[in-house]
């Protein structure tokens, strides 16, 4: 009977040690989830987004893990620059700059531009990849496209 509660009481307490909580796995630390992948533009300070007005391209970014680059098409032009991701969903764009095309509607990529540079942290739920200031509204919401 002893040798029973013996080997019960040793089931508990490993049990147990396998239930504390584990620190997350680096690659949701650093941010890897967001990184290599095709993320189109669905929403712009609460607006829904579709293609270009022109039709031809869709609006997004990727966020390139070699060197921490970003590139993106805003509308009409061209975006880079580069980023930085630390612990706590904390991201900041930086060094961003553009082709100089002149468009007949720049407002949705001024307003994209604008909400890069003001990004402070982000949030993954599934597929889509928010891209906030504190806690307001998210300035822009993205869709992973798988390409």
């Not at 998210?138 to 390409?147: G, I, N």
Request: aromatic share 4%; proline share 3%; net charge positive.
């Amino acid at each position: 009977m002893k040798l029973i509660v013996s080997i019960l009481l040793a089931v508990i307490i490993i049990n147990l040690q396998s239930c504390k909580t584990q620190k997350p796995a680096a690659s949701s630390e650093t941010g890897q989830a967001l990184q290599d992948i095709y993320w189109r533009l669905t929403e712009l300070m609460g607006k829904p987004i579709g293609v270009t007005p022109n039709g031809k391209r869709e609006i997004h970014i990727k966020l390139i893990s070699e060197g921490k680059k970003v590139e993106a098409f805003a509308g009409c032009n061209g975006v880079g620059g580069t980023y930085e991701i630390n612990a706590g969903n904390r991201i900041r764009f930086s060094n961003l700059i553009g082709t100089m095309m002149a468009c007949d509607e720049m407002a949705t990529e001024n307003s994209l531009l604008e909400a890069l540079k003001m990004t402070d942290n982000y949030s993954l739920n599934g597929n889509t990849m928010t891209l906030n200031k504190a806690r307001m509204a998210p300035l822009a919401r993205f869709e992973a496209v798988v390409k």
